[in-house]
């Protein structure tokens, strides 16, 4: 890294870590307070770094709320993980430089009326924000669809919170939650469905008999899984969006 691009990046804004919790093996929130304004549509992702080190994350909370909500996967450095070691170490009360704005196009869009979120582990994000924006708003006329894919139960992270806003707003929120590792240990008990996300979508689509000109498909998430679904669902002519949190070959 140059001397200029250094002492740009040492210009950038701090955000400081307000709460930190640890919530899966490998899996983590984080609440940041920026120290300058900072706004977002749902959907949007922040990008924040350390010592130069520089990752985008798509933010689960909503506009309204005083802190930035993270939801991140510490990549081990084995696996190639560069910052989130970092962040994996740090403390509440330690800072991360944030660029000033958020960006992305991959948002809510209100011209559809059902919402179908599918996300594997930390892609469950965005749709998070777009869920809890929906409820503030006390919006009116939107079904969202969330389908959440993960190898185990425990890697879900807002289930709980997903479950009961599905059971207090069933006319605007459904969530199915699949594990596709059904005979793992950490899958015990495990009475949900089952599968990758990506080979269900199409069938529950059917079951819920919605209309292709006023449902958008959002995915986020692993590569394999977007790919797949865009696939199947672009063939048949249905609206489809998505956010690659990384590349195929990476
Ligand atoms: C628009 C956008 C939004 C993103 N939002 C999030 C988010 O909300 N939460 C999040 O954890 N990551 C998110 N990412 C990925 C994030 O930017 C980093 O790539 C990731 O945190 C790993 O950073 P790293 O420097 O440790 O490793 P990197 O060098 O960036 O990546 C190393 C490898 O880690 C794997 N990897 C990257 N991201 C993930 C992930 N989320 N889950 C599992 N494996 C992964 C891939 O195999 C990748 O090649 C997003 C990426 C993009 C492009
Ligand atoms: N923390 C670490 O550093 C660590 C540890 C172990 C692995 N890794 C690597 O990090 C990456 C992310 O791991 P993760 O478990 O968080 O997320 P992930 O591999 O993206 O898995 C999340 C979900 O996506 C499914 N999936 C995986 N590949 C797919 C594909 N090509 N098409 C459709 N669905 C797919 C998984 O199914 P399955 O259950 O069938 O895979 C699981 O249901 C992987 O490449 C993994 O090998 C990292």
Same mark, same amino acid.
């Given at each position: 890294?140059?001397?200029?691009?250094?002492?740009?990046?040492?210009?950038?804004?701090?955000?400081?870590?307000?709460?930190?919790?640890?919530?899966?093996?490998?899996?983590?929130?984080?609440?940041?307070?920026?120290?300058?304004?900072?706004?977002?549509?749902?959907?949007?992702?922040?990008?924040?770094?350390?010592?130069?080190?520089?990752?985008?994350?798509?933010?689960?909370? +909503? $506009?309204?709320? %005083? @802190? *930035?909500?993270?939801? =991140?996967?510490?990549?081990?450095?084995? !696996?190639?993980?560069?910052?989130?070691?970092?962040?994996?170490?740090?403390?509440?009360?330690?800072?991360?430089?944030?660029?000033?704005?958020?960006?992305?196009?991959?948002?809510?869009?209100?011209?559809?009326?059902?919402?179908?979120?599918?996300?594997?582990?930390?892609?469950? +994000? $965005?749709?998070? %924000? @777009? *869920?809890?924006?929906? =409820?503030?708003?006390?919006?009116?006329? !939107?079904?969202?669809?969330?389908?959440?894919?993960?190898?185990?139960?425990?890697?879900?992270?807002?289930?709980?919170?997903?479950?009961?806003?599905?059971?207090?707003?069933?006319?605007?929120?459904?969530?199915?939650?699949?594990?596709?590792?059904?005979?793992?240990?950490?899958?015990?008990?495990?009475?949900?469905?089952?599968?990758?996300?990506?080979?269900?979508?199409?069938?529950?689509?059917?079951?819920?008999?919605?209309?292709?000109?006023?449902?958008?498909?959002?995915?986020?998430?692993?590569?394999?899984?977007?790919?797949?679904?865009?696939?199947?669902?672009?063939?048949?002519?249905?609206?489809?969006?998505?956010?690659?949190?990384?590349?195929?070959?990476?």
């Amino acid at each position: 890294m140059t001397e200029k691009q250094l002492d740009r990046l040492a210009k950038l804004p701090k955000a400081w870590i307000a709460k930190k919790q640890e919530v899966a093996e490998d899996l983590f929130l984080i609440w940041l307070r920026p120290e300058v304004p900072f706004t977002f549509k749902p959907g949007q992702y922040i990008t924040i770094g350390t010592v130069g080190i520089e990752r985008p994350y798509s933010i689960a909370s +909503a $506009p309204h709320e %005083s @802190m *930035v909500e993270l939801f =991140i996967e510490h990549v081990l450095p084995e !696996h190639g993980g560069k910052l989130t070691p970092l962040l994996w170490a740090q403390h509440v009360g330690e800072s991360v430089s944030m660029r000033p704005r958020a960006k992305g196009i991959f948002v809510f869009q209100p011209q559809y009326h059902n919402h179908v979120l599918v996300g594997t582990v930390t892609g469950v +994000a $965005p749709f998070v %924000s @777009m *869920v809890r924006n929906a =409820i503030h708003e006390k919006m009116r006329g !939107h079904h969202f669809f969330v389908m959440e894919g993960a190898s185990h139960q425990d890697e879900f992270v807002y289930d709980a919170e997903l479950e009961r806003l599905s059971e207090n707003y069933p006319e605007m929120i459904t969530f199915i939650p699949t594990v596709s590792r059904p005979q793992a240990e950490r899958n015990m008990g495990w009475n949900g469905a089952t599968g990758r996300v990506n080979t269900l979508v199409e069938d529950y689509l059917a079951k819920w008999s919605l209309p292709k000109e006023d449902t958008l498909i959002y995915l986020c998430g692993n590569p394999g899984m977007i790919e797949d679904v865009t696939e199947k669902l672009k063939a048949k002519d249905w609206h489809v969006d998505s956010e690659r949190f990384w590349k195929e070959d990476e």
